[in-house]
T-cell receptor, first 108, second 114 residues
Framework: LAKTTQPISMDSYEGQEVNITCSHNNIATNDYITWYQQFPSQGPRFIIQ???TKVTNEVASLFIPADRKSSTLSLPRVSLSDTAVYYCLVGLGNMLTFGGGTRLMVKP | DAEITQSPRHKITETGRQVTLACHQT?????MFWYRQDLGHGLRLIHY???????NKGEVSDGYSVSRSNTEDLPLTLESAASSQTSVYFCASSAGDRRQETQYFGPGTRLLVL
């Protein structure tokens, strides 16, 4: 069964760089990889999207190897407000599939 | 400002009742999605639509139906509510004709089936 896999949780400290990896062995050829952030009692919010290699915006970077079977979300210098759940979203076959989410806890 | 809204925000119902959750977006987006979110399962796709009169089944569509009669709305109906459908439901929309255009999510509806 095609699936998308992420670590369940991660801890970090303020000011550190955090890398969250998503595995998606059966990603569809033409589909992008998208990452979302979710705070309690809110809907997910778009962070970054890419197809291959590296993408960077004002809040994060996304690294995608050549085989595209995984992707890594990188959050530079996290703060307490980055404590949230992070999801990857990829196309697997006919369907868009979210990973199970990674709960990031940023400590002072 | 354009937005996506869901109603009700909270709902309690009984097993066997029909329930309809509303989703309304003012972005004029072609694509709309319904997800459910449960502890341990993340977000799972229920149904989605790429335009008026278009509907498609997602990963967990059994017991749910949708219809798209206009661009702005995609109501989700639970034909006969079951306790297993207790969950938080999120609606989302996206523009364009690429299925992974950025999705914009509503605030969610928390449904409890007794």
């Amino acid at each position: 069964l095609a699936k998308t896999t992420q670590p369940i949780s991660m801890d970090s400290y303020e000011g550190q760089e955090v890398n969250i990896t998503c595995s998606h062995n059966n990603i569809a050829t033409n589909d992008y990889i998208t990452w979302y952030q979710q705070f309690p009692s809110q809907g997910p919010r778009f962070i970054i999207q890419g197809y291959k290699t590296k993408v960077t915006n004002e809040v994060a970077s996304l690294f995608i190897p050549a085989d595209r079977k995984s992707s890594t979300l990188s959050l530079p210098r996290v703060s307490l407000s980055d404590t949230a759940v992070y999801y990857c979203l990829v196309g697997l076959g006919n369907m868009l599939t979210f990973g199970g989410g990674t709960r990031l806890m940023v400590k002072p | 400002d354009a937005e996506i809204t869901q109603s009700p925000r909270h709902k309690i119902t009984e097993t066997g009742r029909q329930v309809t959750l509303a989703c309304h977006q003012t972005w004029n987006h072609n694509n709309m999605f319904w997800y459910r979110q449960d502890l341990g399962h993340g977000l799972r796709l229920i149904h989605y639509s790429y335009g008026v009169h278009d509907t498609n089944k997602g990963e967990v569509s059994d017991g749910y139906s949708v219809s798209r009669s206009n661009t702005e709305d995609l109501p989700l109906t639970l034909e006969s509510a079951a306790s297993s459908q207790t969950s938080v439901y999120f609606c989302a929309s996206s523009a364009g004709d690429r299925r992974q255009e950025t999705q914009y999510f509503g605030p969610g509806t928390r449904l409890l089936v007794l």
